[in-house]
């Protein structure tokens, strides 16, 4: 069945770098669904920060454009979230998901990944 797994978190000062990675190891979401990186922050809801077409489409929520960047790799399963000039306020637990249906939310998540970022 379908397993998102989050890796590639961890805390970095503001102004640095991290790339996260979700792997689904079924196989089943890549070639098939869009996906997407949510967040969600200490006492906030959580938020859609990017998302990536099946065809390779992307967008991202105004706070982080210029900034993050998605991407995904069908051949090894791997969906990516490189993630410049980090600020306080991208701390959060991210979160991986796969699989929109149309008016409905995404079919799968993964457990998240903690990045903090320190001023």
């Known amino acids: 069945q379908v397993h998102l797994v989050e890796s590639g978190g961890g805390s970095v000062q503001a102004g640095g770098s991290l790339k996260l990675s979700c792997t689904d190891g079924?196989?089943?979401?890549?070639?098939?669904?869009?996906m997407a990186w949510h967040r969600q922050a200490p006492g906030k809801e959580r938020e859609l920060v990017a998302n990536?077409?099946?065809?390779?489409?992307?967008t991202y929520v105004d706070s982080v454009k210029g900034r993050f960047t998605i991407s995904r790799d069908n051949a090894k399963n791997t969906l990516y979230l490189q993630m410049n000039s980090l600020k306080t306020e991208d701390t959060a637990v991210y979160y991986c998901?796969?699989?929109?249906?149309?008016?409905?939310?995404?079919?799968?998540w993964g457990q998240g990944t903690q990045v903090t970022v320190a001023s």
């Open positions: 998901a796969a699989c929109k249906r149309p008016n409905v939310n995404y079919s799968f």
């Open positions: 990536i077409d099946k065809d390779g489409t992307t």
């Open positions: 079924s196989g089943y979401v890549f070639s098939r669904c869009g």
